[in-house]
């Protein structure tokens, strides 16, 4: 699936910030809950939305402070979306 180029690129950015041992995980469940978002939204490609809907959804609750400082880091702008829902 296509993706948009500014979200691919915030991504790759935060996923190199996180501990070595979960980032390729981390890229993989995040890789796949954006597609899935982004199918589900029946849109072609891959925003902003989609990558965090992923990680708001499949992040564990032990890594949720970690997660939002390193999406802040890289400049993902998730309260634009109404998110954390929890």
Known sequence: MEWESSTQEKLKAMVAKIPVFHRRITE???????????RTRNSAKVEEIDVLTAFFSDV?????????RLLEQSGFDYKKYGFPKR
């Open 28 to 38: 993989e469940v995040v890789t796949k809950g954006a597609e899935k978002s982004a």
């Open 60 to 68: 564990p609750a032990a890594f949720y402070s970690m997660m939002v």
